[in-house]
């Protein structure tokens, strides 16, 4: 497994942008297919992006496409969620996950064994 460290709370207005970062601990951080989930205030986890390994390649949740960008920097051993032109139905709690290696992207939770703690994020109107 892959330990995980999210960067903390933000609270952010309408309209806004927002860089959400994941810090991977372990070896092999480079090998890892990465993925962005979300729980929405009293939903279910739900899927956001993902990007292989290489970064070559990326999927989005259609809510979020043309507004949300993920990418990694290996060398730093980060992964980036950029958000913008926010909308309260973003608010949730954004989850950095890390799946198989050298996988496909995949949005389907299961495929991912190592979980950030979670960052809240609330966009009022």
């Known amino acids: 497994q892959l330990p995980l460290v999210q960067s903390g709370e933000r609270l952010v207005q309408t309209g806004d942008s927002l860089r959400l970062e994941c810090k991977g601990y372990?070896?092999?951080?480079?090998?890892?297919?990465l993925g962005w989930f979300r729980r929405p205030p009293g939903k279910e986890r739900e899927f956001v992006a993902s990007?292989?390994?290489?970064?070559?390649?990326?999927s989005y949740a259609d809510s979020v496409k043309e507004r949300f960008t993920i990418s990694r920097d290996n060398v730093e051993r980060q992964l980036f969620l950029q958000m913008n032109n926010l909308t309260p139905d973003d608010t949730a709690v954004y989850y950095c996950?890390?799946?198989?290696?050298?996988?496909?992207?995949?949005?389907?939770?299961?495929?991912?064994?190592?979980w950030g703690q979670g960052t809240q994020v609330t966009v009022s109107s």
């Open positions: 996950a890390a799946g198989p290696h050298f996988g496909p992207v995949s949005s389907r939770a299961r495929e991912y064994s190592s």
């Open positions: 372990g070896l092999s951080f480079e090998s890892y297919t």
């Open positions: 990007i292989t390994w290489s970064g070559e390649k990326t």
